[in-house]
């Protein structure tokens, strides 16, 4: 069966310090990957998403980056944090018509 | 773009009653989906609805996908306190099938 997998499950950074947040998933091939933020009590924003290796659409410009350097790996990246990033990160995938999330990270940003 | 709107924003019900909540879409989509976030977790895929008119259940919760490819709702019958969370639909048009659009969720809150 599919499992994804975010790490870290929370942080806190200070503002412009950098961010790496990862995402990996197991039992598929060739997903279609998802980046999304929540803020508190809201919906979902897509940020950026991967349809293969390298190929990378971002939906929202900002100061934010993501990486697809494996098949089932996709990386959000900033170099310099800013207080409104902030938020819930999401990572999804997707090999049909349905997608499935992620556990999440919890980014505060002081 | 695409827009959902999903209703009502919020439900406070008693344990045991039935809710229903729905989205409406502008355009037409070939797939709905609801799913059920928790306070700090990532949202569970609770149905998914390829075709028109089509009628899915789950356990005490069922959905459906509008005959006119614009809308959804989703059923859960004799609520119990498990059920509070946050209930979002989501939708793939035709256009942009790459990227599903989110209602802006159904705050559920059960009182015992």
């Known amino acids: 069966s599919q499992t994804i997998h975010q790490w870290p499950a929370t942080l806190v950074q200070p503002v412009g310090s950098p961010l790496s947040l990862e995402c990996t998933v197991e039992g598929t091939s060739n997903p279609n990957l998802y980046w999304y933020r929540q803020a508190a009590g809201r919906g979902l924003q897509l940020l950026f998403y991967?349809?293969?290796?390298?190929?990378i659409s971002s939906e929202v410009p900002q100061n934010l980056s993501a990486s697809r350097p494996q098949d089932r790996q996709f990386i959000l990246s900033s170099k310099k944090l800013l207080l409104s990033d902030s938020g819930f990160y999401l990572c999804a995938w997707s090999a049909g018509r349905s997608e499935y999330f992620g556990p999440g990270t919890r980014l505060t940003v002081l | 773009g695409q827009q959902l709107n999903q209703s009502p924003q919020s439900m406070f019900i008693q344990e045991g009653e039935d809710v229903s909540m729905n989205c409406t879409s502008s355009s037409i989509f070939n797939t709905w989906l609801w799913y059920k976030q928790d306070p700090g977790e990532g949202p569970v895929l609770l149905i998914a609805l390829y075709k028109a008119g089509e009628l899915t259940s789950n356990g005490r919760l069922t959905a459906q996908f509008g005959i006119t490819r614009k809308d959804s709702f989703l059923n859960i019958s004799a609520s119990i306190p498990s059920d509070v969370g946050i209930y979002f639909c989501?939708?793939?048009?035709?256009?942009?099938?790459?990227?599903?659009?989110f209602g802006q969720g159904t705050r559920l809150t059960i009182n015992p």
């Open positions: 991967s349809v293969g290796i390298g190929q």
């Open positions: 989501a939708g793939r048009g035709i256009q942009g099938a790459q990227k599903l659009v």
